[in-house]
Each structure stands twice: as structure tokens, then as C-alpha cells.
């Protein structure tokens, strides 16, 4: 089964600090790495994704990059703010069907 | 705009009991729509998926069936539950390229 491996487990920043994410997948079958956010007590929702043929996907204060060769992507995300705390997961499509592998998922806390 | 609705909100049962859950989607015909679950704390499994009516595949085996009998509607049951059926159960549908969209979800405690 495809394996997809999120780290740190968990993290607290400070606000207006750079939270960074980490992602690492074995091999892809489609070309495709959503984020997705979860705050709690709450469903995920999509929050960023890129395409295998990019090496970085930038949307306000988050930004994906992603390295290929080495089958990493990270998440950044940029003057982090206290609204930003939650659970944040990386994904990995599995073809036609929507299949998603889903990560163990980051826990982020961000303090004022 | 799609809207996905799941039901119950929340449930507490008790262990050997039934169970169903559901979910609807209004404002997309023939969605591919997944039953994902969630333990506390813990990542998403995909359960379940169904790109058409009457037709579902199974991704894992945790003791549950699902069963798609229209077009907007996908159903999570069990005719015996276990400890170990409690979690976050959300059903989700998917308009391509690794794009998935969650209803709002169901929190099941298992007594």
C-alpha cells in the first residue's frame, strides 16, 4: 500500500514565525499532492495542492515545494498566525478512482 | 454550488448494536463519492468508494458495508458494532485530481 510520511508530528510556533511541514511519498500512481487543513472537531478541507510537473505552488501565505527527486514535498507557511493552528495533511491520489492515501498528519500550534 | 449532507450529526451506541449513516449530495449527478473514518487523533482511511449507483468497492475491512442505492446518496452500515467502530466517519466526494470535498461529518461513540 502506498505510504505517505508526514513530520514533525507535531509543532508549536510563535506567531509571525515560518511553520514548516514535511512530506515524503514511495511512489506516486497519479501526479497530483494535495494539503489538506483540519481544524478540530471539524472535517478536513483542501487547502493548497501542485502538480508533479511544478517544483513550487504558492497561495497567500502557503507554499508548497516540492523536490522530485527525492520524493519530498514540504508545506511553508509564512507569518503563521494563531488562526492557523490545526492538523495538517498531505495526500497522495491513487488514480482514476479518487483514492487518497492520506499521511499521519502534522498537529500545529501556533502562540501568540 | 455542490452541497454534501451527512446524517446523524453525532451517536453514541452500544456495542453488538446496528448502526447506518448517511449521506446525500445535491448539485453534481453522478459523483464519485468515499466513506472515510477517522480515530481520534489519527489519519483518514478511506473506507469505501462508489463512482456509480449500485456499485461500491471496498478499500479496507473494518467489519462495515457501505451501499449506493441512488444516484446522490451513499449509506455506511453495520449490522453488529464493535469498540472499535468509534471515530469520525465522513463522507466525501471527489471531482477529480486528488480534489476531495468532506460533508460535515458523523461522530460515532461505541459503548
Known amino acids: 500500500q502506498q505510504q505517505v510520511r508526514q513530520s514533525p508530528q507535531s509543532l508549536t510556533v510563535w506567531e509571525g514565525e515560518t511553520t514548516i511541514l514535511n512530506c515524503s511519498y514511495e511512489?506516486?500512481?497519479?501526479?497530483?499532492f494535495p494539503w489538506y487543513r483540519q481544524f478540530p472537531g471539524k472535517s478536513p478541507a483542501l487547502l493548497i495542492a501542485i502538480s508533479l510537473v511544478s517544483n513550487k505552488k504558492e497561495d497567500g501565505r502557503f507554499t508548497i515545494f516540492f523536490n522530485k527527486r527525492e520524493k519530498k514535498l514540504s508545506l511553508h507557511i509564512t507569518d503563521s498566525q494563531p488562526g492557523d493552528s490545526a492538523t495538517y495533511f498531505c495526500a497522495d491520489t491513487g488514480g482514476l478512482s479518487g483514492k487518497l492515501t492520506f499521511g499521519e498528519g502534522t498537529q500545529v500550534t501556533v502562540i501568540s | 454550488a455542490q452541497t454534501i449532507h451527512q446524517w446523524p450529526v453525532a451517536e453514541i451506541k452500544a456495542v453488538g448494536s446496528p448502526l447506518s449513516l448517511g449521506c446525500t449530495i445535491k448539485g453534481k449527478s453522478s459523483p464519485n463519492l468515499y466513506w472515510y473514518w477517522q480515530a481520534t487523533g489519527g489519519t483518514l482511511q478511506q473506507l469505501f468508494y462508489?463512482?456509480?449507483?449500485?456499485?461500491v468497492e471496498s478499500v479496507v475491512q473494518l467489519n462495515l458495508s457501505a451501499s449506493r442505492p441512488k444516484d446522490d446518496q451513499f449509506i455506511l452500515s453495520t449490522e453488529k458494532l464493535l469498540l472499535s467502530h468509534s471515530g469520525f466517519y465522513l463522507c466525501?466526494?471527489?471531482?477529480?485530481?486528488?480534489?476531495?470535498?468532506f460533508g460535515k461529518g458523523t461522530r460515532l461513540t461505541v459503548v
Open positions: 511512489d506516486s500512481t497519479f501526479d497530483y
Open positions: 462508489s463512482i456509480t449507483v449500485g456499485q
Open positions: 466525501a466526494w471527489s471531482p477529480g485530481q486528488g480534489r476531495v470535498f
